[in-house]
């Protein structure tokens, strides 16, 4: 193998008002991120720019100092706010001219996928500056483009999301890796719950001095989780992976009490990943989540195979009918309180017949809370036909961090649960 | 009133390697960028860097040239990776001292809070540059800080998404509306649906070709809907109000056909609202958008006024059994059928008790697809007691795609059903 003598910089470009604006989240910058960095490419630096020409060409010029590849999304639809195209064929001394490829693509596209008429402004999108590679858009009519520059690569992509990840998996992310003598990069990453972000620091403070300098470890909480994620690079693949497993190794026993799993996959995967290989299925009653648990479990494709169904009771009267809950428990212990998401739970597994049961009930807010019952309480049971148990919890702030870690514990106590029961 | 004499602009500057590997998508951005923009502040540039202090140092370096005003998340944790403030320390050349009610806070906040015992590390996030106003934090320990110099603004934040909100809200907007003398803006959006963006764009370009130069129009595309949003920018604020208010007429006229709601709602909100005016209730039963569709419509506060419940029939017994699909029904013309998507929508009707009901029944991939039901076949049905209307649709691409399209043309399918049933 040949030496790696380079580590190769890549820096992100993401063209629109609307990024600017506030009203799209840049979804792609962190996808584009991942894929590169499996590759070995590191994305040192992201930029988001509107649709304003020297904002544009600034922007260019300034990542051309820093970074070897240069993606940029955006700004090539049909419609006169979208002056990438133009700007790039002036930035790199080109000429307009049709791509017939790219011709026939639109062409195809509309007749056989919109199956609707044709319009002048949608045939410009196969026009292309002449000194430029057209990558072909298998998923919309925007071509992407390939330039190179003084041993750089510009990579000029639609920001539609599913057409930008079609083109880099199919084409760019191969052409990166062909064109560029890449080093070798691995992580591993573990899923932690029911520890703080600065208790589990404290905890592995001797592990994370004594790393070394290639190795580096990274903190990443979100809602009530923390994921650890341990990154390796260098150029002997073997040793380098033969080493990261001895460190993920040792950082699983250090932290094994708080570990959900040693993978990188969110909780509700993990979850799934359990009850999949315990042919076990489960059940969901959600009031104040209003379908949101069912939906994390039926995210992931195959579910089918562990998640059956479930029952949304936002209404009491819905409580009552379709999952039993007793009336008398209802207006006394009231529809947030022990008694309820056991009923809830208990009810639900003959209803959709799983094996276990997720019930939640609570109140999300803003409004909502009681004395009492201040917004942010929770009722939370899981069980199978033998045992329900039950937890209160007390969340605070908005409704949608309320709803995620409703969801986020519930599929804890789930898993917990399962462990148990094995 | 005082003439306002410049543009003011700000950049953001999110730290964090996670933001570069991309484990992380950053939400706080778009957030940020949408609330600036309401109080007339401009965001032109926004960068994401890694825990690298040469590459924060630098990115703070380039900012100032461009913005009025920095703002400055993430890194402000208490673990090794976060070299924010002592970075800041040393740019704005402080020294560091600890900040009486930024510990009190951590105090308070572990004490009343997290109920858990605080350690050394927790009292240095206490700590701050002697030369920045503290801001308070009152839902995390890691204070915010601002910062002046040369008649720029410089604000660092936690990347905490709510953290970081509660002190833009309280304390940041304010002080920034207090400090510059801000322009006017104004933004008027309406959402469509059922046709495309190119076509939009032809439909209305004598229009968008008319509009005076301090007037912009923007296209907003996302899942099969485009916004159309206009923006205003002046000092006069009723002439302008007056104005942006005749141009969004005469562009809600044009688009009639396709207007879904002449509001920056997202559809599930706009079809939410109907149903609320209309003192209508509605209900669902999903198979393969497995609780999403509920999860949107619970999304929003306020949402038991029209939301009651539904049933999430992911196996095929659960529709037999729970919805009461014929047997045969599901057998012979299958679980993806018009005949299932008609019985799941007229069945869940009692078993909610409400006026309208959604049924969806699909193949969402990347598994399950047949010759005569590829993946992305999808059945859509709503209704009333009286009637039911079934419609089928054909996507393509991904699972997470598929599921968002399969809500959103259920969502406007019953927006449509409400608008010619009232």
Chains 1, 2 share one sequence.
């Not at 240069?70 to 307009?96: C, H, Q, R, S, V």
């Not at 195809?108 to 319009?119: A, D, K, S, T």
């Not at 208790?199 to 580096?216: C, D, G, N, V």
């Not at 990274?218 to 923390?226: E, K, R």
Request: charged share 20%; hydrophobic share 40%; with cysteine.
């Amino acid at each position: 193998m040949e030496k790696v003598t380079e580590k190769i910089v890549a820096g992100i470009i993401t063209i629109g008002d609307e990024l600017l604006i506030g009203q799209v989240v840049d979804t792609n910058s962190a996808w584009m991120a991942q894929e590169l960095n499996k590759i070995g490419v590191w994305v040192q630096h992201r930029v988001a720019v509107g649709d304003a020409w020297a904002d544009i060409w600034d922007a260019l010029q300034q990542e051309e100092q820093r970074s070897q590849i240069i993606l940029i999304t955006g700004g090539l639809g049909p419609t006169a706010d979208d002056i990438t195209k133009p700007l790039l064929n002036e930035y790199f001394g080109g000429k307009m001219v049709v791509d017939e490829g790219a011709l026939a693509n639109v062409r195809h596209i509309f007749e056989r996928v919109l199956q609707r008429p044709m319009i002048e402004r949608n045939l410009a999108q196969a026009e292309v500056p002449d000194v430029c590679t057209v990558i072909l858009n298998k998923r919309g009519t925007a071509p992407g483009m390939w330039f190179e520059k003084d041993g750089r690569i510009f990579i000029s992509m639609p920001g539609v999301p599913h057409e930008m990840k079609g083109m880099m998996t199919d084409y760019i992310l191969p052409a990166l890796q062909e064109h560029f003598k890449l080093p070798f990069i691995a992580h591993r990453t573990l899923l932690t719950a029911g520890i703080g972000e600065s208790f589990l620091a404290e905890h592995i403070k001797a592990f994370e001095t004594a790393l070394p300098p290639y190795i580096k470890l990274a903190y990443l909480p979100n809602y009530g989780m923390v994921r650890l994620r341990l990154t390796i690079r260098g150029e002997e693949q073997s040793s380098l992976n033969k080493e990261l497993q001895q460190q993920f190794d040792h950082l699983k026993q250090l932290v094994a009490e708080w570990m959900v799993i040693d993978e990188d996959l969110s909780l509700h995967e993990a979850v799934g990943k359990m009850l999949k290989q315990r042919g076990r299925t489960v059940g969901t009653a959600e009031s104040c989540t209003g379908g949101y648990i069912a939906h994390l479990l039926t995210s992931i494709a195959g579910s089918s195979a562990y998640f059956k169904g479930g029952v949304v009771s936002y209404a009491n009267e819905v409580k009552q009918n379709l999952l039993q809950v007793d009336a008398a428990t209802l207006s006394e212990a009231g529809a947030v309180s022990e008694e309820t998401v056991r009923q809830m739970a208990q009810h639900i597994l003959p209803l959709v017949d799983t094996d276990y049961a997720i019930a939640v009930s609570g109140i999300m807010g803003p409004d909502g809370g009681s004395p009492e019952k201040p917004v942010g309480t929770v009722w939370i049971a899981v069980g199978n036909r033998q045992k329900i148990e039950a937890q209160k919890f007390s969340f605070r702030f908005d409704r949608q961090r309320n709803i995620e870690l409703t969801a986020t514990n519930a599929l804890n106590l789930l898993r917990k649960f399962i462990l148990s029961d094995s």
